[in-house]
């Protein structure tokens, strides 16, 4: 037995160093994706990134609600940044398209439920090989995260949000909870588990994000934020 899992592991390590050496040309492609988003995203301006399900319809509660987020903010003067498919995300790139706003889709290739949207801008379509390249150009160019009810890449990207604002590995911005009734009971967990049974986080941070049920609360947050801060690229 322990002759035949040391010849597998063997084989393995033969395997990874020649994986490995491949390995290594990978990071052309990914200074390359680098490169593009940052020379095309500076060009937009300032944006608001909105999260939420893929698998919402048109016509229901929270992709409304996307989408007049998303033109009110238009009409405030920020573009709006999606994952470019369906969903809250094409609820959003319409919102801003039709209140004549910058629709940006920062697109990645699935094997479901992700397609661009027809509400993205044509010269604003930037479609993406590696989700933490993507990540990137969410948070840097994003002067707000607005987080709707969605699943686990919601959740991956408010958490990611939160961790470098607490941390300071990029500046101070806002992000905002839509919808008392999806998030609630996720804060109850924060307040009552993570801070107060385990210490695992501290008062302030209860700050770093807020909770609201309105578009209009969106926009009032996001306004009141960028009288006392400056509005840059947040890293």
């Not at 680098?34 to 509660?61: D, H, L, N, Y």
């Not at 949207?117 to 590696?130: A, G, H, L, S």
């Not at 699943?151 to 905002?176: H, N, S, W, Y």
């Not at 909870?177 to 209860?206: A, M």
Request: proline share 4%; charged share 25%.
């Amino acid at each position: 037995m322990e002759n035949h899992v040391s010849s597998y592991f063997s084989e393995r390590r033969k395997e990874w160093k020649k994986a490995s050496s491949q390995n290594s040309w990978l990071v052309f492609k990914i200074m390359a994706e680098f490169v593009e988003g940052f020379e095309k995203m500076q060009e937009i301006g300032p944006c608001v990134s909105i999260f939420g399900s893929a698998r919402t319809k048109p016509g229901t509660k929270y992709y409304e609600l996307a989408s007049e987020i998303a033109s009110k903010l238009a009409m405030t003067g920020f573009g709006v940044i999606t994952g470019g498919g369906p969903g809250v995300m094409e609820a959003g790139n319409k919102g801003a398209k039709e209140a004549g706003g910058a629709s940006v889709g920062i697109n990645i290739e699935l094997p479901f439920e992700q397609h661009i949207n027809p509400y993205v801008d044509p010269d604003k379509n930037i479609e993406f090989n590696y989700f933490f390249v993507r990540k990137v150009m969410f948070v840097k160019y994003a002067q707000g995260f607005v987080v709707l009810p969605g699943g686990f890449g919601t959740l991956d990207e408010l958490f990611e949000a939160l961790t470098l604002i607490q941390t300071l590995k990029i500046d101070r911005f806002p992000v905002v909870l839509v919808s008392t009734e999806f998030w609630g009971g996720l804060i109850d967990w924060i307040k009552q588990v993570l801070l107060e049974e385990f210490q695992n986080i501290s008062p302030q941070d209860l700050d770093l994000f807020k909770i609201v049920d309105t578009a209009d609360e969106v926009v009032e947050h996001l306004t009141n934020f960028y009288t006392k801060h400056a509005v840059k690229p947040n890293f």
